[in-house]
């Protein structure tokens, strides 16, 4: 079965430092990887997925995540850390899917702080 | 954006008494599922609905819980007779299309079980 893990489960960075979560994935084809981020009273948004071709992707405000088969990573940065970032960030991956839609299953979240 | 609404966005109710947590998917979604996150732990599958049935559900999802699209607009989940470990943050969520598609989120019903 797919899983996925997060190993920072606090991280706390500087305003305009830079800034990377770990995700590592167990998953036995091709993965689909997302990151979402989750704000106070807010639902999951999405930030940016991985399905095929370039393992640099991009995504919204100025995040960016590179895919390593070899390493079975999916790590999410971005270069200059703004204080309206912080939040819970979660890597998904899809599988198991029989019925089709959408089966995510997610890591155990990175919450960010930043202090100004 | 388009967004999927969820209500109420806290529910308290006594262990034992039937809930049901509701939400509006984007309109032109075809795709619904709901997913719950227990307090410290993950953001947990429980089940997927796609034209007018349950595409696919987890071991959590078991005879407590149904889901029912009962308009055209409302998905609702409903907990038949809640325990103490029902609490969670309980997210709607729907996509346009099926496999690997982006999934919206609403912000989730916090629901406290007593």
């Known amino acids: 079965a797919q899983s996925v893990t997060q190993p920072d489960i606090h991280i706390t960075v500087s305003e305009g430092a830079s800034l990377e979560l770990r995700c590592n994935y167990s998953?036995?084809?091709?993965?689909?990887l997302f990151w979402y981020v989750q704000s106070p009273g807010q639902g999951l948004q999405l930030l940016l997925k991985?399905?095929?071709?370039?393992?640099l992707v991009q995504g919204i405000k100025g995040f960016e995540a590179e895919f390593k088969r070899s390493q079975s990573s999916f790590n999410l940065r971005k270069p200059s850390v703004h204080w309206s970032d912080a939040a819970e960030y979660f890597c998904?991956?899809?599988?198991?899917?029989?019925?089709?839609?959408?089966?995510?299953?997610f890591g155990t979240g990175t919450q960010l702080k930043v202090e100004l | 954006e388009p967004e999927v609404t969820q209500t109420p966005s806290h529910q308290v109710t006594q262990m034992g008494q039937e809930v049901i947590l509701r939400c509006v998917p984007i309109?032109?979604?075809?795709?619904f599922y709901w997913y719950r996150q227990i307090l410290g732990q993950k953001v947990e599958f429980l089940v997927s609905?796609?034209?007018?049935?349950?595409?696919?559900k987890s071991e959590i999802f078991d005879d407590q819980f149904s889901v029912e699209r009962p308009d055209g607009s409302n998905f609702t989940l409903k907990i038949r007779s809640t325990k103490l470990e029902d609490s969670a943050m309980y997210f709607c969520?729907?996509?346009?299309?099926?496999?690997?598609?982006?999934?919206?989120f609403g912000s989730g019903t916090q629901l406290s079980v007593l």
């Open positions: 609905f796609y034209n007018n049935e349950i595409s696919e």
């Open positions: 998953y036995g084809a091709t993965p689909y």
């Open positions: 991985y399905f095929s071709g370039d393992t």
């Open positions: 998904a991956v899809v599988g198991g899917l029989t019925g089709g839609g959408n089966k995510l299953t």
């Open positions: 309109s032109n979604h075809l795709y």
């Open positions: 969520a729907s996509s346009e299309r099926g496999q690997n598609e982006k999934l919206f």
